[in-house]
């Protein structure tokens, strides 16, 4: 067996994560020695792949989709914010077992008040869609200190599931993406249509007093929705995409298992060209 502890990203697909060089730079940074691997798994073989990952002595797994709410399962205990997401993207080996964590949440939070430069204290924070990405942010925003969360989704069901399972005294509502409300102060795209470079059809008032948007999808080239937003949206409006969240999350992962806390910046600025300003 390896002495260097290994980690891996595990997914369905997984051959583009970025997470193995975000790993790789936050080891450099910090003189971590540490291997960081991709590791697919069949549609239906997650928990066998998982099982041997850690049998074979690997001490960390980053989930991916579509397979966090599996790793939630597998988990023999969660922390509180992956038992309110019902979803896990951090698995760590310890001697009492498997320890499940989400930090989407965090990464989230840590971007929009890093990258982006707003204060989601007392906001009304509109987010498109309803997918498992939304039922782990949501909980974070409301712990960060948001006023209102209002969740549209094509399908209403989906956004009123997240909604009942998140909410703490009214602060978050549902709704179809057609009512999608004229008033938020942030608006989060978490459509993940965006990523094949169509928006849904969307009331270009939903950002008539928007001051910032955030994708949580993320390209290399200006993502479709920030590109509606930059069109539609307020003059000077910010925006940012998900690439951020991305290592954010992973800074989050990192120390969990390595109990030190990479610097950010640095990694976002070495893999890509900043995107900051719309
Ligand atoms: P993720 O885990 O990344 O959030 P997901 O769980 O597959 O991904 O969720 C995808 C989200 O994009 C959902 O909110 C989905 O809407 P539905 O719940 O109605 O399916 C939304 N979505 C995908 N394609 C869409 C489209 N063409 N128009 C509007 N919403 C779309």
């Not at 980690?7 to 971590?32: C, K």
């Not at 988990?75 to 914010?81: E, G, I, K, N, S």
């Not at 965006?194 to 994708?215: F, I, Q, S």
């Not at 999350?249 to 298992?257: I, M, N, V």
Request: net charge negative.
């Amino acid at each position: 067996m390896s002495r260097i502890d290994r980690y891996a990203v595990i997914g369905h697909p997984v051959e583009h994560s970025r997470s193995p060089d975000i790993h790789a730079l936050f080891a450099e940074q910090t003189n971590q020695a540490l291997v960081y691997d991709r590791l697919p798994a069949p549609r239906d073989g997650f928990v066998d792949v998982a099982r041997s990952f850690f049998a074979e002595g690997g001490r960390g797994l980053n989930v991916t989709l579509p397979f966090k709410e599996q790793a939630a399962a597998l988990a023999d205990r969660l922390t509180a914010r992956a038992e309110r997401a019902g979803a896990v993207n951090t698995l760590m080996s310890t001697p009492d077992g498997l320890v499940g964590d989400n930090t989407d949440g965090a990464g989230l939070i840590a971007d929009l008040t890093g990258r982006l430069g707003i204060d989601p204290v007392g906001l009304h924070v509109l987010i498109l869609g309803a997918g498992g990405a939304v039922r782990g942010v949501v909980p974070s925003l409301i712990a960060a200190g948001v006023a209102h969360v209002t969740i549209a989704n094509r399908t209403r069901d989906k956004a009123e599931a997240i909604a009942a399972a998140c909410d703490e005294a009214g602060t978050v509502a549902a709704t179809t993406l057609a009512a999608a409300p004229h008033d938020a102060d942030l608006v989060i795209n978490a459509i993940s249509a965006g990523l094949a470079g169509e928006m849904p059809a969307l009331d270009t008032d939903v950002l008539a007093r928007a001051r910032g948007v955030y994708d949580m999808i993320y390209s290399d080239t200006e993502t479709p929705f920030l590109h509606w937003a930059r069109l539609h949206g307020r003059p000077g409006v910010n925006g940012v995409d998900g690439f951020g969240m991305l290592v954010e999350q992973a800074a989050e992962s990192f120390q969990l298992w390595r109990g030190i806390r990479p610097d950010t910046a640095t990694v976002i600025a070495r893999l890509r060209q900043p995107q900051d300003t719309l």
